[in-house]
């Protein structure tokens, strides 16, 4: 079964420092999201992004946070300058078309640990 | 936004069927609900959805309410595998699915 694939999976950075989170999702798959998980606590959305364009994002997905699709396979999670309160799993999804027939599926996460 | 809420937490024996409510009395006539699940340390996962009637799939059952204020995921057997946080989500068209807390299901052998 096709899968959303994330690396590294686990990135220790600096403060300050930027990071870049990859993404592959499912190939055929139009719809692309980012959210995270602070430890113990919700999975919040972030950024949904279609046709090279941001399409929604959170009040958490300020200056700091942007996305990008490169290239026809890879799906990117930039923050500029990382803070403490960044450190979090990120969850990439991905999507085939809106409505309900599709559902999201979720990659298995990066773990970033801002020191 | 369309806000659920779910009991924080739920035990079940294993082999046996674990009923988990979820309320939505704010549900809007275009909403689906949707179940995903986050077993430990991995990303979530889809199981069910549903607009009005109830549902069957390979995971799960999902029984809605006739007013559509509250909904059932229905795991017929739980297993060990099935020990996950439960979220329960109303969205029209899958696009930015917004998490609530979840009910953490704690399976006993």
Redesign the interface.
């Known amino acids: 079964e096709p899968e959303?694939t994330q690396t590294p999976s686990h990135q220790v950075t600096q403060m300050g420092q930027e990071v870049i989170l990859r993404c592959v999702p499912i190939s055929n798959h139009l719809?692309f999201?980012w959210?995270r998980q602070i430890l113990g606590q919700?999975?919040?959305?972030l950024v949904?992004f279609y046709n090279n364009e941001i399409?929604?994002k959170?009040e958490i997905f300020d200056d700091q946070f942007s996305v990008e699709r490169p290239d026809g396979s890879n799906f990117t999670l930039k923050i500029r300058s990382t803070k403490l309160e960044d450190s979090a799993m990120y969850?990439c999804?991905s999507?085939y078309r809106?409505?309900?027939t599709?559902?999201?599926?979720?990659?298995?996460?990066t773990r970033l640990t801002v020191l | 936004d369309a806000k659920t809420t779910q009991p924080n937490s739920m035990e079940s024996n294993e082999e046996e069927p674990v009923h988990l409510p979820c309320n939505h009395s704010t549900i809007s006539g275009t909403d689906y609900i949707h179940w995903y699940r986050q077993l430990p340390s991995q990303g979530p996962e889809y199981v069910i959805h549903g607009l009005t009637s109830n549902v069957n799939n390979r995971m799960a059952s999902l029984a809605i309410a006739e007013d559509r204020k509250s909904s059932t995921l229905i795991l017929h057997r739980a297993t060990l595998r099935d020990a996950a946080v439960y979220y329960c989500i109303l969205d029209y068209n899958n696009n930015d699915m917004r998490f609530g807390a979840g009910t953490r299901l704690t399976v006993k052998p």
Do not use: C, I, N, R
């Open positions: 959303v719809y999201y959210y919700k999975v919040e959305f949904s399409s929604e959170s969850f999804a999507l809106l409505g309900v599709d559902t999201q599926y979720f990659g298995p996460g």
